[in-house]
């Protein structure tokens, strides 16, 4: 090592995820009941890697469940049958503070009736969260995300923004979109959020996340 210089921080690489299968049923997952399954998370070891967090969102109420899991690269959860879930592990170090993220996937989790499936949430794809977006001369701004149901009766996507611009904060609302996709008109300088609802034809519907992007002067 040259005088003076220092070594890069160690980060740690991203987990592989590997089971449940993106967009399965979750054939493999035990059943406990009507109302429980336990489901085995298996993913990659990754490099630089002390310990992993396994998140578990479910897509139907938007609540999350965490486990921290040292040395190992599989947990097992129990979990509410019916309902569609997104989930994703983090890496962590203990030589630094760095993390990384692996992809997330989605499966169902099958309940007593399995002839109806709720959407999955929206995976919003652009703009990504916390992002710093420069305008045209148009202002105009093009929105995508990634919609899937594994009945395929997808019916239409509603997308809500807020914005704050000075002391102002405002509402917006775009219903009834038929793509994954819709081109908005922003305002400079300003703060927003958004989130995107999926609803099929039985009227189900799930929620994304919800992420925030800034404009530019």
Not at 6 to 11: A, L, M, Y
Not at 145 to 173: A, M, R
Request: charged share 25%.
């Amino acid at each position: 090592m040259r005088c003076g210089s220092e070594d890069p921080p160690i980060e740690p690489s991203s987990a592989l995820l590997v089971s449940p299968i993106n967009g399965d049923l979750c054939a493999t997952a035990v059943i406990l009941n009507e109302q429980f399954s336990n489901v085995t998370f298996l993913w990659n070891f990754s490099e630089n890697t002390d310990s992993y967090t396994l998140v578990v969102k479910n897509d139907l109420n938007g609540t999350r469940i965490s486990r921290v899991v040292p040395d190992l690269n599989r947990a097992e959860l129990q979990l509410t049958r019916g309902a569609p879930y997104s989930w994703w592990v983090v890496s962590s170090t203990l030589l630094s503070e760095k993390k990384s993220t692996s992809a997330t996937w989605q499966f169902y989790l099958e309940g007593v009736e399995k002839y109806q499936f709720i959407p999955f949430s929206a995976l919003l794809l652009s703009p990504r969260n916390n992002q710093e977006i420069s305008l045209g001369e148009d202002q105009d701004y093009e929105f995508s995300w990634d919609g899937n149901d594994l009945d395929d009766d997808i019916s239409h996507y509603n997308l809500y923004l807020t914005v704050q611009s000075g002391n102002s904060i405002k509402e917006l609302s775009f219903l009834d979109i038929l793509v994954e996709e819709r081109t908005i008109s922003l305002e400079l300088n300003s703060t927003y959020t958004w989130k995107v609802e999926t609803v099929d034809i039985r009227d189900n519907k799930s929620m994304s996340d919800t992420r925030m992007f800034k404009t530019l002067k």
